[in-house]
């Protein structure tokens, strides 16, 4: 699947220090610690509606991991999936009447003008659920081989499912009790009442063909991939057994994480998939939940379609930790608006505080788990001085432009 255009990326002298990252299964922060290539899985979208805040907020994160990583010296090989056939496509396109590949078809394309103008650097592998469908079906075949998978005992509609006990690590990933696992399942997509399933919480890993629903041929009966699956196939043959890092919402640790990791455990018998697993907090609005059940998705588009520049929407989800669950908000828009404007006259200024300094420091900022907040506030800082006029250097705006670009993926002298 086509991707969308890399924005450029400014080379920066040296170098900052070895980035660190808090991960979901250890529950700490630990070094990252990638060979010359960092490999980094981040999970895509379902395009059924346009990119929101909440998507912006966790691929932005990602975004500047990915530029981080660069900046250190490390080729990245990103990938990213699309769900571009499962059961929210089918029913957003019932409702509205129009066919689920058009649908698709159209929010895609919307996704990647949303992540140009965010310039948000491109994954190499941007891979389709359809375009997977064969790896799928040797994945599966694989499972059922194994034993780790088994099919229920239903004529009409003979279903694959993946045994949660196919691992004896299972639940590491999220480290959640039993209880947690059967009330997330339940609410994330999960079906823990299909009747001939082994255990409530096992997950499916091939939908039997239905009537009105589009499938694939395979040994093991007609149907299309489920969810989980689709992630654990295209990562596992792009990126190999293990990687360094699987991203995501929080709301992916359970259970689309914990069984796109147990699945690929089961095909290579690895002990653990991605060596660091990276979760983002969620957006709110105004105080409340951002939910399309409650109406309330701000969307990107419509941002840049009120005249909103993308940089201010990126300072804007980065002025928050991407761990911390936050709020946006009018207010939280201004102040991004301002601070754009401040930074843009700073590098517009003949001369500046000497910029080695500041850019250190977004260095160092960044490196502790991507502490973003504090790198802006230091820019501000930067920014502050040079607006009273302290500083000769007249190099400086120029490199600290440089360095927001390549470290932030803000343009300043746009």
């Not at 007609?222 to 929080?250: K, V, Y």
């Not at 790198?375 to 009273?388: F, K, S, Y």
């Not at 500083?391 to 927001?404: C, I, M, R, T």
Request: hydrophobic letters at 40%; glycine letters at 8%; one cysteine or more.
């Amino acid at each position: 699947m086509q991707s969308w255009p890399s924005p450029s990326l400014p080379s920066l002298p040296g170098t900052g220090p070895a980035l660190r990252l808090y991960d979901t299964s250890d529950q700490q922060v630990k070094p990252l610690a990638p060979g010359p290539v960092a490999t980094m899985y981040v999970c895509g979208i379902t395009p059924y509606d346009a990119t929101h805040l909440g998507h912006a907020a966790t691929y932005l994160a990602f975004d500047v991991v990915n530029r981080v990583l660069r900046d250190q010296g490390h080729d990245v090989h990103y990938v990213q999936n699309i769900t571009d056939v499962d059961d929210p496509l089918f029913e957003r396109a019932e409702r509205d009447g129009v066919d689920w590949r058009d649908l698709g078809t159209r929010e895609i394309e919307l996704f990647r003008e949303d992540m140009t103008a965010l310039r948000v650097l491109p994954p190499r592998d941007y891979v389709g659920a359809m375009e997977a469908v064969p790896e799928v079906v040797d994945a599966v075949q694989t499972l059922l081989d194994s034993g780790a998978a088994y099919i229920v005992d239903d004529p009409e509609f003979p279903d694959v499912y993946f045994r949660a006990d196919a691992t004896p690590v299972f639940g590491y990933e999220s480290n959640y009790d039993r209880a947690t696992m059967e009330k997330l399942f339940a609410e994330r997509g999960g079906d823990p009442d299909r009747p001939g399933k082994h255990d409530p919480i096992d997950a499916l890993l091939w939908r039997a063909a239905r009537p009105g629903e589009p499938s694939w041929d395979a040994p093991f009966g007609p149907g299309r991939p489920g969810w989980h699956i689709e992630c654990s196939a295209i990562a596992f043959t792009r990126l190999g057994h293990s990687f360094d890092i699987q991203g995501g919402g929080s709301d992916l640790i359970f259970p689309h994480h914990e069984y796109s990791a147990a699945h690929c455990e089961s095909l290579s018998g690895n002990r653990r998939f991605a060596r660091h697993y990276v979760h983002t907090g969620m957006i709110g609005l105004d105080g409340e939940k951002m939910s399309k059940s409650l109406g309330n998705l701000v969307k990107v588009s419509v941002l840049r379609s009120e005249g909103v520049d993308p940089g201010a929407i990126r300072l804007g989800l980065l002025a928050g930790h991407y761990r911390s669950d936050r709020m946006w908000s009018h207010a939280v828009l201004q102040e991004a608006v301002e601070r754009l404007d401040r930074w843009r006259a700073a590098v517009s200024a003949e001369t500046a505080p000497d910029a080695t300094d500041v850019i250190a420091r977004i260095r160092t900022h960044l490196a502790d788990d991507l502490d973003t907040p504090k790198a802006l506030a230091a820019i501000d800082g930067w920014a502050a001085e040079t607006g009273r006029g302290i500083g000769s250097s007249a190099s400086a705006p120029a490199e600290v432009a440089a360095a927001v670009d390549a470290l932030l993926g803000v343009d300043l002298l746009a």
